[in-house]
C-alpha cells in the first residue's frame, strides 16, 4: 500500500484528512500544493477540478478527491477494520450526518469569511459574510444541545464528524468564536477535540504557514490546546 495525498497542511478539508490518518495509524506521503504552479499542475496531473485534499492509492491505481470520501476509504483500510465509520448502521448514519452538518454549517461557513478577506475590496460581499456568521452562530447551538447529550458528536466514540469538526472550529475560534460561557457543551469538546493527539499534530504542522492568513491571528488562537497552552489560558 502507498498513499499519496495532495493538500496543503493549512487548509482546514486537508487537515480533516490528515486527523484522520493519525488517527488510523496509516503511512503516507504528501504532496505539497502551495502555489499557482502547484496548482496548476495539480488540475493538471492529478484534479482537474483542482481542488485539495486528493489521495492517491498508488498500489490500487485510484484517485480519490473530497475529504469524507478520502476518510470513509482509508477507514477501509486501517488495520482493525471501521474506526472513524462505525460498524453498527444506526451509528455510521450519525456519523455521516453529524460529518455533514459541520462541513456544511461550520467549514463552509469560516471559509466564506476568510476567502472573502482575499477578494478585491470592490468585489467584497459583505451580505455573505454577515449571511456565515450568522449560519455559525445557529450552527454552534445545534452542536451546544447534541453535546449535551454526547461526548463525541456521533455518540461515545470519535469518528468522521470530530475530524470534521476539529479544524473547522478550530479556525471559527479564530474567526467567529463562541461564547464560552453560553456554549460550554461547545468549548467542553473543543478543549477534548484539542487535547486529541491526532489534532495537536496536524495544527502543530501547520503553524509555519500561518503568515498566509488573510485575518488578523489572535494570540489566543491555540488556548485551548494543552500543548500551547498558558497556565492562565480559558
Partial sequence: MRLVLH???????????LVALG???????TRLVDDADARAEHAARVWPLG???VL??????LTLPES???IEYLDRLAPDGPVLVPG??????????WDRIVDQHIADQMGKIVTDRLRPEDTSDAAGVEQARATLDTAYGVLETRLGQHRWLAGDAFTVADCAAAPALFYSWVVHRWDVDARPGVTRYYRDLMARPSVDRVIEDARPFREVFPLPWPDDADAYRPSRASPTAP
Wanted: hydrophobic fraction near 35%.
Fill in 7 to 17: 493538500q496543503h497542511p493549512f487548509a482546514s478539508y486537508c487537515q480533516k484528512v
Fill in 23 to 29: 488517527e488510523l495509524g496509516l503511512p503516507f506521503d
Fill in 51 to 53: 481542488g485539495i485534499p
Fill in 56 to 61: 492517491r492509492d498508488e498500489e490500487a491505481g
Fill in 68 to 70: 469524507t470520501t478520502i
Fill in 88 to 97: 453498527d448502521p444506526a451509528q455510521a448514519l450519525q456519523a455521516r450526518l
